[in-house]
Nanobody, 125 residues
Framework: QLQASGGGLVQPGGSLRLSCAAS????????AGWFRQAPGKEREGLIC????????YYAESVKGRFAISRDNANNTLHLQMNGLKPEDTAVYYC????????????????????WGQGTLVTVSS
């Protein structure tokens, strides 16, 4: 089970850190990723971390602003978001793939097996 948290209202240019706690699977055994879905849009892949700790960006729009990390001791995944923009407003989801490597392709979300419930991020002044 994955439990995402940390969303909220933030002003443009601000920062948020999202967390995703795993209660059963060991996160360091698998690839894990963050996704988001804005109203009226398809779910979009953002970034992934492999079991070995390497990260892969899915979205060019978040490169240099978002970073993924994993706290193995607490079995928690994080998404650090800096320089937030109004277009970052969405429900953010964490997910696990039963595999060690980050899946690639145009729609990597199809390759993920377990999903958290989502946390809403609103960027607005």
């Amino acid at each position: 089970q994955l439990q995402a948290s940390g969303g909220g209202l933030v002003q443009p240019g601000g920062s948020l850190r999202l967390s995703c706690a795993a209660s059963e699977a060991r996160l360091d055994y698998y690839a894990a990723g963050w996704f988001r879905q804005a109203p009226g849009k398809e779910r979009e892949g953002l970034i992934c971390i492999s079991s070995s700790g390497g990260s892969t960006y899915y979205a060019e729009s978040v490169k240099g602003r978002f970073a993924i990390s994993r706290d193995n001791a607490n079995n928690t995944l994080h998404l650090q978001m800096n320089g937030l923009k109004p277009e970052d407003t969405a429900v953010y989801y964490c997910a696990i793939r039963v595999g060690t490597m980050c899946p690639l392709g145009r729609r990597p979300q199809k390759e993920y097996d377990y999903w958290g419930q989502g946390t809403l991020v609103t960027v607005s002044s």
